[in-house]
């Protein structure tokens, strides 16, 4: 299977911070994070602002990713995300779905994801 994970410099900016703020990672640690997460993503440049998260703006640069690199799925567990359910024809579901829709598919086809938000 084929499959693409995308994130952008926002994104990162505000796993950094939550890193710091939630779980209290220090700068070293922090960077390691970042790059293990690099490793495996590629970096969307955010051209167009969306503002359809009401509740927590800053969800709404996870949606701002998904629609550049046009995603097929976000993958989160945020309770503001999920409630929005689709954008724009892009599925927002938590990890356990996507699990579930890997397990009884057979993609032929490659996949477009957006990195899992904390």
């Known amino acids: 299977m084929n499959y693409n994970v995308f994130i952008s410099t926002e994104i990162l900016d505000e796993i950094k911070k939550v890193l710091k703020r939630d779980f209290n990672q220090e700068g070293i640690l922090i960077q ?3 790059k293990l997460i690099l490793s495996y993503t590629k970096i969307i440049k955010i051209n167009q602002k969306i503002d359809i998260v009401k509740e927590d703006f800053d969800d709404n640069k ?3 990713c998904a629609v550049e690199s046009n995603a097929d799925y976000i993958i989160t567990g945020d309770k503001h995300l ?3 359910k689709n954008y724009n024809g892009i599925k927002i579901i938590n990890s356990s779905e996507f699990i579930k829709i890997l397990n009884k598919s ?6 477009q994801i957006l990195l899992l938000h904390l």
């Open 62 to 64: 996870i949606i701002e």
């Open 106 to 111: 057979n993609y032929h086809f490659p996949i």
């Open 32 to 34: 390691r994070q970042l």
């Open 82 to 84: 999920l409630k929005i």
